[in-house]
């Protein structure tokens, strides 16, 4: 069964740091291409960053470029989105996303408050 676990989400404060997990099980993770994406109250869900199935190529939404990074370790089948310099329009429920054979498969999201 093909799943995705989100976690590391939390409260923190502005000009901090978090680092996400996406885990994944059912499937080898670093033979797909992978996505973060985030929504927030009101919001519509918006791309944050991509990388491919190789790992050759990367994206970042241009708001969050320089502060967000995308790593993965494929011993445990994960992928991870370090974010540091954490501004409060960052608030939002993130979600890591891949897609198998033209099926997209989300995960559950987890919650990303930064305030004061």
């Known amino acids: 069964q093909v799943q995705l676990v989100e976690s590391g989400g939390g409260l923190v404060q502005p000009g901090g740091s978090l680092r996400l997990s996406c885990t994944a099980s059912?499937?080898?993770?670093?033979?797909?291409?992978m996505s973060w994406y985030r929504q927030a109250p009101g919001k519509e869900r918006e791309l944050v960053a991509t990388?491919?199935?190789?790992?050759?190529?990367?994206k970042y939404a241009d708001s969050v470029k320089g502060r967000f990074t995308l790593s993965k370790d494929n011993t445990k089948n994960t992928r991870y989105l370090q974010m540091t310099s954490l501004k409060p329009e960052d608030t939002a429920v993130y979600y890591c996303?891949?897609?198998?054979?033209?099926?997209?498969?989300w995960g559950q999201g987890t919650q990303v408050t930064v305030s004061s």
């Open positions: 996303k891949t897609q198998r054979y033209g099926v997209d498969y």
């Open positions: 059912g499937f080898t993770f670093s033979a797909y291409p």
């Open positions: 990388v491919t199935s190789t790992g050759g190529s990367t």
